[in-house]
Every structure is written in C-alpha cells, then in structure tokens.
C-alpha cells in the first residue's frame, strides 16, 4: 500500500503506518484514513488507533497460520503433481477435475 503521510508527521505515526502491510486488507483503508487524521487525536485515541492495528496485525497472522496448515502432501490430488506440472509444461491451459 502506497499511501505517503507529509513529512512533518510525528514517529509515531510514521510508526503506525509502516504496520500497514501486515494487517488485514479488509482493514488497511479504514486504518490508513485514521492515521492520516490522527494529528488531531488525543493520546487516548492514538492508542486506541494502535490497538486496532494490532488486532488487526494479529488476525492477518492468524489466518496466515491456519493457510500454513493445510499440507499439500496430505491432498489426494498431491499423488498425481508430477503428471500435473508436465501437463502444465505442455498445455498452459490445464483444466485438472475430479
């Protein structure tokens, strides 16, 4: 996410806004826009801002590990990879059912 902050914005925020990439992407708009805002904020508001990027952060890697649990190996589909790929390498347009 390209989303550039003038310079004269404090660390903090600068901080903030370089979480950006490990949080959620159904989160990172809604975020960016407070950051951007959050000159105005309160020092109570500035840590509830960071909270919710947190939380964010945290469910991002959440799903990240649960993604990681699924073992290719462990798919049926997984025994036939090799014929896969040289179907592949053959016809980019592999259509693989079943």
Do not use: H, W, Y
Request: net charge positive; aromatic share 2%; charged share 25%.
């Amino acid at each position: 996410m390209s989303a550039t902050l003038p310079l004269d914005k404090p660390a903090n925020v600068v901080t903030l806004m370089q979480q950006m990439p490990q949080a959620m992407l159904s989160d990172r708009r809604r975020l960016v826009a407070r950051i951007k805002q959050s000159a105005d904020f309160s020092e109570k508001q500035l840590a509830k801002l960071q909270l919710d990027i947190e939380s964010s952060v945290k469910r991002a890697n959440a799903r990240a590990e649960r993604f990681d649990a699924v073992v290719m190996q462990d798919l049926p589909i997984a025994l036939k990879a090799s014929e896969i790929v040289e179907s592949m390498r053959i016809n980019p347009v592999t259509i693989v059912a079943g």
